[in-house]
């Protein structure tokens, strides 16, 4: 999914009022197919994973972790250009979110936090686990660096698995309406 998916899922959840659950139409998923009718269902785990990686910022960073990839040597590991690359994924995802937030849900007083985490997670992990990243500069070892590279993997697909639970929940903007009389 993109970045600016998952700015449009924040914004509907913002939308959604406190007892009614996020579902899979107002959450941006695809529409159902021509003759099949809307599901009302909320959105599956997977399809909220799939919203927090940050695939435009991914798409720049990985040709530029490969263009520094022919130039790294035991002698010259290029870190600063490597921790440079990965803070243009993880920064640049935030500051692409908000933007995108901002223009999707521009009266809101709601922070969208528990997509800002998920993004977060999603975007740190994706780029250890990359080849020529920042981790595999500080790690020597290709067999530690393979297996720290599938324990960060493993962390960061079981944060945001809890935080793509969270983001099931209705999201929650001050108190609860007031019960309707009669």
Known sequence: MSVNTLAGFAAARTATPHEVPMTQEASGESPAAPGMKATGEPPTTGALLAKLVPTEVLAV????????SPFVTPERPLMFERWCAFALLVGGSVAWFLASYRLKAPTTKRFPLVELLGLLTAASALGFVMPQSPYYGIVDDPIRAAIGAAFVGAVG?????IIALRMKMPSVIGPAPAPAVG
Do not use: E, F, K, R
């Open 61 to 68: 960073y990985t040709p530029l972790v490969g263009a520094i």
């Open 157 to 161: 697909l079981l944060v945001n698995s």
